[in-house]
């Protein structure tokens, strides 16, 4: 039996050391999380950040399209018609495929590919999602996706940094 986590980290880890050392930009996918404050003294608000996680690439397709619609349905059912249009359209799938594209034309080759690393498929309808929206954006971009174990079998790294799979 593999140690994923252990094996992802090993991974992780080496790569992330060696590609400091060679000065090639890394993407960062990074989400924070927000809850509101009120003051009792003064009875103002504010934003909070409670923490920053680093994410996948779930949740940006699905959630992204139909959050707007259950917001919509919830405040229809609470008969409060007066605030759908303060409702903003959430571009989440887009804004990140955009992030992603960008990070494939930086590392500059067209033979480059982006790879999702997968261990469940229960998020795959997000991922597939998302993958469709970055090739709609760049249809040269290949996305490959491999379970950590699959990589584990088939993963190289070059003298160079570069991660062949």
């Known amino acids: 039996m593999l140690d994923l986590e252990g094996f992802a980290h090993n991974v992780l880890t080496r790569v992330t050391r060696f590609l400091f ?12 999380d927000y809850m509101f404050h009120i003051d009792h ?4 608000t504010s934003a909070k950040q409670v923490e920053v996680n680093t994410t996948d690439a779930a949740y940006h397709g699905i959630g992204a399209r139909n959050m707007r619609q259950l917001h919509e349905m919830n405040l229809k059912r609470a008969g ?42 229960r998020y795959i309808f997000d991922q597939r999602l998302f993958e469709y929206e970055i090739t709609a ?24 940094g570069r991660l062949f799979v």
């Open 80 to 121: 409060r018609h007066d605030l759908l249009p303060n409702l903003p359209d959430n571009h989440a799938t887009r804004e990140a495929a955009k992030v992603f594209v960008s990070a494939w034309n930086t590392y500059g080759s067209r033979e480059a590919i982006i790879l999702f690393v997968v261990d469940q498929d």
């Open 41 to 44: 003294s003064t009875g103002k």
């Open 137 to 160: 954006q760049e249809p040269a971009v290949r996305v490959r996706r491999k379970t950590m174990a699959g990589i584990s079998t088939s993963m190289t790294v070059d003298s160079i």
């Open 21 to 32: 050392c060679l000065q090639i930009p890394v993407l960062g996918f990074f989400r924070s």
